[in-house]
């Protein structure tokens, strides 16, 4: 990869950039604030970093309507200082987006556990200005919850990863700051934790998010601790606490209140910082106990005699992650490892794709898997916004 990164200051100079690209023939690599560059094998095959850092400022914000547009480069932490006075927020809490960027956010498409309450990151993405592969300067969907007009190319683009244009300014949907924010503790041995998500899951108690959470990782003297997160209004919040101890008939281990709950789910975010592998592997939420199951044999497996593994799993979208530090490895077995547990999760009608991995491990077991079936539409709609491949393409 070239270290190289450019810092266009406008949508136009971004324009300028992918058009001498394309006429040169080389290859963009569109970024944030450059957190994360290897993610998901985003660099493997090179090219220049443009970096949307100094497309950072707030061209529209009305409270009133609980709308805002700004660059892609603003900071989701300086978003948050901005609306934050308002009692209003973004609820976007993917993977490593506290440290990123708004236009990042949403070209990775990355949904957190909040998606349970407030939906997923493309459901929350009313306009995009993007320069595609091939120059074009595009503006669709609007700045109001009510404009609706182009919004299945906003959907497209959300979660492209960059594959299809530069995404240089967004506007998106806030939400009122809950007045209450709580979050019951549950302990218990694996098993127990996992029949008490399962629970959770069948339960119509409006949770807004539940997370499995490693015990030692909380200070739990159990293996597991269940993570029962409850937003709303105090009453709703109170209510909510009742009928969730009826449901699992058993009192929390621990409950955090307001600043303790959001620190600990902040913390949450960051939880695969700093590991050298980290597989993500989804399922039916009904089938969390098999998804847990498969994704611990995995931890065990990549565990070397030095390295230090650990899961996580958000219950109600039946995501289980697997983190792991990597001292010392063996390319192939891991390899082999990783193999297997993702023919374990597509035997359940799931998947498994790899956020962080050794370049050599990415390389050989793929990123995310097969994608046969919809090859043919990806190629298709790739051609139509990029079709000399100016832009960094998808994962294989």
């Known amino acids: 990869m070239n270290n ?39 660099t493997r095959d090179g090219g220049t970093t443009v970096s949307t ?32 006075p308002n009692r209003q927020w973004l609820p976007f809490d993917a ?15 990355t949904s957190g556990p909040l998606r349970n309450r407030y939906g997923a990151t493309r459901d929350n993405v009313l306009g995009l200005e993007v320069v595609t592969g091939d120059g074009r300067s595009l503006r669709i969907g609007g700045r109001v919850v009510k404009n609706v007009a182009g919004y299945d190319l906003v959907r497209l683009f959300t979660g492209s990863r960059g594959s299809l244009g530069i995404i240089t300014r967004v506007s998106v949907r806030l939400f009122p700051i809950p007045e209450a924010d709580e979050t019951l503790l549950f302990a218990g041995g694996p098993s127990e934790a996992v ?33 029962v997160r409850l ?14 101890r009826a449901a699992l008939g058993t009192e929390p281990w621990r409950a955090l209140d307001d600043g303790g709950s959001r620190r600990f789910h902040a913390a949450r975010i960051g939880w695969e910082e700093g590991a050298s592998l980290v597989a993500r592997l989804a399922a039916l939420p009904d089938r969390i106990d098999a998804a847990v199951a498969a994704a611990r044999a ?44 993702r023919r374990e999760m597509e035997a359940l009608g799931g998947s498994l794709t790899l956020s962080h991995a050794p370049p050599q491990v990415g390389a ?15 190629d298709r709609i790739k051609a139509l916004f990029d079709p000399d491949s100016v832009l960094a393409p998808r994962c294989p």
């Not at 993977?95 to 498409?109: C, H, Y």
């Not at 490693?214 to 993570?227: F, H, S, T």
């Not at 209004?233 to 009742?242: A, D, H, I, K, Y």
Request: glycine share 12%.
């Open 95 to 109: 993977p490593g987006s506290s440290a990123g960027t708004l236009g990042a956010a949403v070209a990775s498409g």
């Open 231 to 244: 937003l709303g209004g105090p009453r709703e919040v109170e209510e909510s606490r009742r009928r969730i």
């Open 53 to 84: 850092s100094r497309l950072d400022a707030v061209h529209h914000y009305e409270p009133a309507d609980l709308t805002l547009t700004a660059g892609a480069g603003i900071g989701l932490d300086r978003l948050a200082r901005i609306v934050g």
């Open 4 to 42: 190289q990164a450019l810092t266009p200051e406008s949508t136009a100079e971004t324009r300028e950039i992918v058009l001498a690209a394309r006429a040169a023939g080389s290859r963009l690599l569109p970024a944030g604030r450059r957190t994360w560059p290897g993610a998901g094998g985003w």
């Open 195 to 227: 029949s008490m998500a399962r629970t959770v899951c069948t339960s119509e108690v409006p949770v807004a998010a539940a997370e499995l959470v490693e015990g030692e990782e909380v200070g739990a003297d159990r293996a597991m601790v269940l993570a």
């Open 364 to 378: 050989r077991v793929g990123w995310t898997g097969s994608r046969r079936e919809t090859a043919a539409l990806t």
């Open 298 to 341: 995995c931890a065990t497996r990549a565990n070397g005699a030095q390295g230090s593994a650990a899961i996580t799993a958000d219950v109600l979208q039946g995501l289980v992650r697997v983190r792991a530090a990597l001292p010392d490895f063996d390319p192939t077995r891991l390899a082999e490892t990783l193999a297997t547990a």
